[in-house]
């Protein structure tokens, strides 16, 4: 049973351009949640999704972020227009339905340059 | 407001000796889950040990124990025989649940950044 699967591992983009960081949860597994973690802190949440729904987007910047969970695929997180304060870890993790343990992937390293 | 408080920024211990990293947290919910995540230089978060609050019973895996002290919302972390694979960041973190049973997000510390010497 593959773990939860983030890709890219790193990513490049220069400002003003869209970054797309994509997560795959383990199988079984219909809850996915985003935190990102900048140099030197702690992890912060951003989105809360199952399904098709967002259930908590409290964490997510009011513009440029956006996040998804389709119904096949992937989820999706979106950033628009780049700056050079969006650099940072973006790590996915996944849970069971019910479930109180979250699984967390890799992590996208992002770099705004 | 919810909050996780690790008030160690930077630990060290001998190899084989016994380190205690310590957490306190602030909510005002009775359900919730209490965790420890390391995080090594690879940058994946790995689970640690977690804690149901409505176990009196201190969790234990292995090497590594907690001190929970529900009434001074104290989460402690004990790592005994420390090895140097043990190096990494350490962090504190706590999730609620809402009314439908599911588990919300996770609340982290800060972290403490542990160094394992030999």
């Known amino acids: 049973n593959a773990g939860v699967m983030q890709n890219p591992r790193h990513l490049v983009r220069r400002r003003g351009q869209e970054a797309r960081l994509r997560c795959s949860p383990m199988?079984?597994?219909?809850?996915v949640y985003w935190y990102r973690q900048l140099p030197e802190e702690g992890l912060k949440f951003m989105v809360y999704?199952?399904?098709?729904?967002?259930?908590?987007e409290s964490g997510m910047p009011k513009e440029r972020f956006s996040a998804e969970f389709p119904k096949e695929g992937p989820s999706i997180l979106r950033i628009q227009q780049v700056v050079r304060g969006d650099s940072a870890a973006y790590f996915c993790a996944s849970s069971k339905d019910r479930g109180t343990e979250a699984f967390f992937g890799q992590g996208t390293r992002l770099t705004v340059v | 407001a919810q909050t996780v408080t690790q008030s160690q920024p930077e630990m060290s211990v001998q190899e084989a000796e016994t380190v205690t990293l310590s957490c306190t947290y602030d909510t005002s919910e009775s359900n919730y889950y209490l965790f420890w995540y390391k995080q090594p230089p690879s940058r994946q978060m790995i689970l640690v040990i977690r804690q149901e609050a409505y176990k009196q019973q201190n969790a234990t895996e292995n090497r590594f124990s907690v001190n929970f002290q529900k009434a001074a919302k104290s989460f402690s972390l004990k790592i005994s025989d420390s090895q140097l694979g043990d190096t990494a960041m350490y962090f504190c973190a706590f999730t609620i649940f809402n009314n439908a049973g599911n588990n919300r997000k996770l609340i982290w510390g800060l972290g403490t950044s542990l160094a394992v010497n030999p």
């Open positions: 999704l199952q399904k098709e729904n967002i259930i908590d």
């Open positions: 199988k079984g597994h219909s809850h």
